[in-house]
């Protein structure tokens, strides 16, 4: 009964943003509020400061968007947020599931808003939609007699102003060492200026934080997990503007943008100062820049929306990068030994160890390794049913714990000034079911397929996606997520363009060498257990002239789970050479570090399938 009030005046107090916002949209005139997940930068990941979704919501998801009338408030998400929306709204939100049959959000507007013909207006914070998104919207709207209106206040925001608002980061700015970087800020923009001169560009306006963080060889903090800053920028033939918070730069971030000759702004003057930029007849912009930055460039001004110059040239990385990249997983992948042995063992003496407890562990473990910084996302420590949970984040008052009874999956990074890692480990510490076991190794069987596929210049992740799927295919099951994602070096863990998915805008970019991306095929029963194996791979040029993966994860994938008679004798080849690449590369250093009981654990979990 207790925890049903609890519940209760949670949901209320949920529920108490929803209705002040709606006062706010009476005294606005406005019918409907968009509220994108996204911030101004178009970032997946938020400062709190920018969760407005969440905040009007209560759903803390990183994917999904909402719309809210004077009677109604619906929210978009995908597959892997279904359970986890429908556990965090109350009852007064509908949950529209994307890949579910839900309608678009326009066509959600027009069913409920042109029932009659007086014009209805429907309100959007400029900064936070892409200005294709925007204009597609519009139009679809206007010929229903709904106008969408670019609201320049943000109206969350002054709801939210008055109920304790976090303040916007002011974390240190800091110069990342061409130790790690490869090339200087003078090269990339060398480099970066040659581009804009072959497609004809007088200038190009950066908005995305992880291309400004690469271009300029920064690194911040603003975001947590990302190592990013608040700015904007703006690069033409002769001149190079910052626009940031000037205090929170280190002395070494300010000798590096000096010495490449770049001009620091304030970073809220960005949208007035665009707007004085004259002479100028054709601006790069990113493919999803903001409709506010659109509209902000001088009239006439023609537009190459397009992929920009450091999103292609990050996503390929240089032999420094890799080489950081290489280096970074295989002491990843001590603390992860440590762990794992660790958790066997406590849930031996002990019977359990809670989600969240084991998550704070493994991020000690991860922090005594060299040139560690951060995790690079909240760990998703998901031990029975909560496993199911695509994006589960365990919380203090409601985890549940890890012990021999359940499948426990375990889903985590680090952030090191050589590299990003992101691994996925699916184990049981008891006797797993058959059942279990048959879609373990059916996981194990897509990743397989995929990890060891050579394919053509040109492919892209569209083309691979059914490699990792048709083992689940074959029995009826799937998964609803994409396979994989690329990762940047010590910059986002989510990093586009590149991708390996069945939906088309997030696999449609051909795959290169030097390109690191996740394979993570899954299972999930909701209610009962999750399943995935996820590898960082390397993309590597392979016998004639076609593409292949390289692991960058060296990690055992745990033999318990495994059916052997389901692998036919090249899938256990490929298992047992995985092993021993593991066994050779992290073994030493485990050795290195004095660690004899792990190195033990890991000679037996590397040994051959019998």
């Known amino acids: 009964r207790l925890s049903l009030v609890r519940l209760a005046t949670n949901m209320a107090s949920i529920d108490k943003p929803l209705q002040s916002l709606r006062g706010v949209l009476k005294r606005e005139s406005l019918d409907a509020y968009l509220i994108p997940s996204e911030d101004a930068h178009d970032s997946e990941y938020l400062a709190d400061c920018d969760k407005r979704r969440q905040y009007i919501s209560g759903f803390t998801g990183s ?44 066509d959600w507007l027009i ?161 007035t100062s665009i707007r004085r930029k004259s002479n100028l007849s054709s601006v790069w912009i990113g493919n999803r820049c903001s409709h506010a930055v659109s509209q902000a460039l001088p009239t006439g001004v023609n537009l190459l929306k397009s992929e920009t110059y450091p999103c292609l040239k990050k996503a390929v990385k240089n032999s420094q990068e890799l080489e950081g990249m290489r280096q970074c997983h295989i002491r990843d ?64 008052e409601s985890c549940g714990h890890v012990n021999s009874s359940d499948i426990f999956l375990l889903d985590s990074g680090g952030q090191y000034l050589d590299g990003t890692t992101d691994v996925t480990r699916t184990v049981h510490l008891g006797v797993p079911t058959e059942h279990q076991k048959e879609c373990f190794t059916r996981v194990l069987k897509g990743h397989i397929s995929l990890s060891s596929c050579n394919f053509p210049h040109g492919t892209t992740g569209l083309h691979l996606d059914i490699l990792a799927r048709k083992p689940l295919w074959d029995i009826g099951l799937n998964f609803n997520h994409g396979t994989g994602h690329g990762v940047g070096a010590f910059l986002n863990v989510h990093e586009g363009p590149i991708g390996i998915s069945s939906r088309a805008r997030a696999g449609n970019h051909p795959l290169v060498a030097g390109n690191v991306i996740t394979i993570e095929p899954g299972y999930y029963e909701a209610g009962q257990f999750g399943i995935r194996i996820e590898n960082v ?48 590369k992290l073994g030493p250093l485990l050795v290195a570090q004095g660690l004899a009981q792990e190195m033990a654990w890991l000679e037996d979990a590397t040994s051959p399938l019998e």
């Open 333 to 396: 992948s001590v603390a992860l030994a440590q762990f794992f042995l660790w958790l066997a063992d406590t849930v031996e003496k002990e019977g359990k160890v809670s989600e969240v407890h084991a998550a704070e562990v493994l991020e000690g473990f991860r922090s005594k390794q060299d040139k560690f910084v951060s995790p690079s996302f909240d760990t998703i420590a998901g031990s029975g049913s909560n496993g199911a949970i695509i994006h589960y984040k365990p919380q203090k």
């Open 111 to 271: 069913q409920h808003l042109s029932a009659t013909n007086q014009e209805r207006k429907v309100g959007i914070d400029p900064t936070l939609i892409p200005g294709s998104s925007f204009h597609d919207m519009h139009g679809k709207l206007k010929k229903k007699n709904i106008s969408l209106i670019p609201v320049e206040k943000n109206l969350v925001d002054e709801v939210w102003n008055t109920d304790d608002r976090p303040e916007r980061p002011k974390n240190a700015v800091f110069a990342l060492d061409s130790q790690y970087t490869g090339t200087t800020v003078s090269e990339k923009l060398s480099d970066m200026r040659a581009e804009m001169g072959k497609k004809g560009q007088d200038a190009a306006v950066l908005t995305k934080l992880d291309d400004i963080a690469w271009l300029f060889n920064l690194r911040g903090n603003d975001i947590e997990f990302n190592p990013v800053f608040f700015s904007y920028a703006w690069v033409s033939q002769n001149e190079v503007e910052l626009y940031v918070d000037e205090d929170k730069l280190e002395e070494t971030a300010r000798e590096s943008l000096s010495g490449a000759k770049v001009t620091l702004r304030p970073y809220e003057d960005f949208l």
């Open 63 to 106: 994917y999904g968007s909402a719309i809210v009338t004077a009677d109604m408030a619906a929210l978009w998400t995908d597959g892997r947020y279904y359970l986890q929306a429908e556990q965090q709204m109350s009852s007064a939100w509908s949950m529209m599931k994307i890949g579910g049959g839900a309608p678009t959000q326009d």
């Open 537 to 584: 791979c390397e993309v590597v040029e392979a016998e004639d002239k076609f593409l292949t993966f390289s692991p960058l994860t060296l990690f055992p994938i745990q033999k318990k789970l495994i059916v052997t008679d389901l692998l036919d004798e090249a899938e256990k080849a490929w298992i047992d050479e995985y092993h021993k690449t593991t066994r050779e």
